[in-house]
């Protein structure tokens, strides 16, 4: 059972100024969207989240997932998956050996392959398995790697950015099965968009950071 992502009272500075802070729990099934103006820190929130934070920042408070405080736990421990704009899949490896890397180790070889087929069929890429990414469409390499994420069983989900690089078409259909396959697991999600209809497409809250960045800089 998951019980939420709850950033208690995070605040992120760089150099010394505040970026930004936010104190908010995403219940599991919730869909938070962060807007807000380029350079506002909203990538570097959720790099905090991810324990992936750059030098060059400072975070504060507490991150807390399904009950657990995991502000120190180390960036692979902590089950928080993440999506950016870039698929990020390995272009030297099929689809179904990028899906392996999301799978914990263990298992039968073909306990695993059943499980990326199983994945696969999730996304409606059934038969993919042995494909090479780069013959796949931005929106296919879109659904596999939400399910290599998924397959690693994140108990909370960040999107940064993560539809901007398809049309609208295909915008509208990744950003549907994201949230679904999200709702189907119960998962808290912490959405980082410039995108309105994201946001509207969402139906939870959206927070709208700063106007101006705190700091005086042009962002
Ligand atoms: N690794 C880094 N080292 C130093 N400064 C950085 C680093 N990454 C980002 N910055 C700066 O920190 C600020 C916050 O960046 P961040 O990417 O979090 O903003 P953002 O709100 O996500 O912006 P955008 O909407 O353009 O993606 C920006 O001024 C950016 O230039």
């Known amino acids: 059972m998951h019980d939420g992502l709850e950033l ?16 908010r729990k995403i219940e599991p099934g919730e869909v938070l969207s962060i807007m807000g103006p380029s350079g506002i820190g909203k ?4 790099s905090f989240i991810t324990g992936t934070l750059a030098p060059a920042f400072e975070g504060e408070g507490r991150i807390v997932l399904d009950g ?4 120190e736990v180390r960036p692979d ?14 272009p030297h490896l099929s689809v179904g050996a990028n899906l392996a890397f999301g799978l914990a180790s263990g298992g039968s070889k073909a306990e695993r392959t059943a499980k990326i087929e199983e994945a696969l069929a ?33 108990c909370a989900l960040l999107l940064d950015e993560a539809f901007s690089r398809l ?14 396959r999200a709702m189907d697991r119960n998962l808290p999600v912490l959405m980082v968009t410039h995108d ?11 927070i709208t950071l700063g106007t101006s960045t705190p700091t005086g800089e042009a962002p």
């Open 68 to 71: 657990n405080d995991i502000t």
């Open 122 to 154: 999730e996304v409606g890429l059934e038969g993919y398995a042995n494909r090479d990414p780069a013959t796949l469409s931005g929106g296919q390499k879109a659904r596999v790697a939400l399910m290599r994420m998924l397959l690693s069983e994140p």
């Open 8 to 23: 208690k009272d995070v605040t992120i500075r760089k150099g010394g100024n505040v970026l930004l802070s936010l104190s």
């Open 43 to 46: 990538s570097t929130l959720l």
């Open 196 to 206: 309105a209809e994201d946001a509207k497409a969402a139906g939870g809250e959206v």
């Open 77 to 90: 421990k902590r089950r928080v998956g993440i999506l950016f704009q870039d698929d990020l899949l390995f």
């Open 167 to 180: 049309d609208a078409d295909r915008r509208a259909q990744v950003r549907s099965l994201v949230f679904a």
